[in-house]
């Protein structure tokens, strides 16, 4: 007679190996905003089940990505980060030379089978890259390494920007400081940078595009051009204020589905919820969002290695710019720029890079007493 294993028994073996490396509270976390991105996502799409679908799809896939990353320790990782970089800036040459134009931006490579973004790929690729790069130079890293380090950051930063996608251009430029920053960048640099900047802004004003311009001037008067520039932020600061303390009510929003709202199943979903769920779901929404970046700050505090805690710490920064940007541009508090909102904006490559974010995050924290034995 031979032994069989209970069906319960393999199920329970199973679900340990599928989740042992994950991290519950964050995970947690995502599948809130996930949901809420869902729910959200549902109404501002006009109640279109194939934009749903599509998204959920990309949501499938991101899982897997997540789980992969998640189960690879961080010194393997370690060992991608110069061909992940080289193939990311490789795939930005390529948008330059053969990449798909849509609305007036070449931001697109068609590989045949899939249409991606390379820009979000840097996202992962760039703090990889000057983690892994810093790692080498642990414990005597001088400023020579500092300047190599920014010339790796100013060659995808410009790719990008041509594109042009300034905003995009922006995160990954702040995914590169933000690792100089955790690395032990001097704070007299960094003022020494803040001051250069600001000297420097009118000039960089001046190379702006035209739109680029139109947006900051928009965002510093809002009356000048309510029609044209300034009507995407407008029409935003009108559907959250509409929202009221406990909004409109799902699929309700008269902003969204009289069409006065513009982008708004991606860059401005979070006003299409503001007017739907009002202040107490903006609430909410912010309290799952502190919960995510609290967690993952404190897995960069625990992690074992200098490579761990500069790349775990860089994916919870930029956790917080892009909630921080998308929240302030929504609500009119930061010029207009393509960023989306994390996890609950629609598009299938931001999904994914954000959880390949979470699944280092993971693997950080899943590994870090192995390191220490």
């Not at 990309?58 to 690879?72: C, D, E, K, R, T």
């Not at 080498?136 to 920014?150: L, T, V, Y």
């Not at 897995?299 to 929240?327: D, P």
């Amino acid at each position: 007679m031979t032994n069989t294993m209970p069906w319960a028994e393999v199920i329970g073996r199973a679900w340990e190996v599928l989740t042992r490396r994950i991290d519950n509270f964050l995970f947690g976390c995502a599948l809130a905003l996930v949901g809420v991105g869902m729910v959200t996502l549902f109404s501002a799409a006009d109640q279109s089940i194939a934009r749903v679908t599509s998204q959920l799809l990309s949501f499938g896939f991101a899982l897997v990505l997540m789980w992969v990353v998640a189960n690879v320790p961080p010194m393997t990782l370690a060992r991608v980060a110069l061909p992940l970089y080289i193939v990311a800036v490789a795939l930005l040459i390529g948008v330059a030379l053969f990449g798909v134009v849509v609305n007036g931006s070449r931001r697109w490579l068609n590989l045949g089978i899939v249409r991606i973004q390379p820009s979000e790929l840097m996202k992962i690729a760039l703090p990889l890259m000057l983690a892994w790069y810093f790692q080498k130079f642990e414990g005597r890293i001088r400023w020579p390494d500092f300047a190599i380090a920014a010339v790796l950051i100013v060659v995808p930063v410009y790719l990008v920007k041509r594109q042009p996608d300034l905003g995009t251009a922006l995160l990954i430029a702040a995914s590169g400081f933000y690792v100089l920053f955790l690395a032990g960048l001097s704070w007299k640099v960094i003022v020494g940078l803040l001051m250069s900047a600001a000297v420097a802004a009118p000039f960089l004003f001046s190379h702006l595009h035209g739109y680029q311009r139109d947006r900051v001037l928009s965002f510093i008067d809002p009356s000048r051009d309510p029609l044209g520039a300034g009507y995407h932020s407008t029409q935003a600061s009108i559907a959250i204020g509409s929202g009221g303390v406990i909004g409109k009510g799902w699929l309700n929003g008269t902003q969204t589905h009289l069409d006065f709202l513009p982008e708004r199943h991606t860059d401005f979903i979070f006003a299409v919820f503001g007017e739907e769920f009002g202040l107490i779901g903006n609430g909410i929404l912010l309290l799952l969002y502190i919960l995510l970046i609290g967690r993952a700050m404190v897995i960069t505090a625990n992690a074992s290695t200098l490579f761990a805690r500069l790349l775990a710490g860089t994916v919870t920064l930029m956790f917080f710019t892009y909630v921080f940007v998308n929240m302030g541009m929504v609500s009119g508090l930061l010029p207009v720029v393509g960023v989306p909102l994390p996890l609950v904006s629609y598009g299938g490559t931001a999904m994914v890079s954000l959880f390949i974010g979470l699944g280092i995050l993971m693997s950080v924290q899943a590994h870090r007493k192995l390191v220490n034995t």
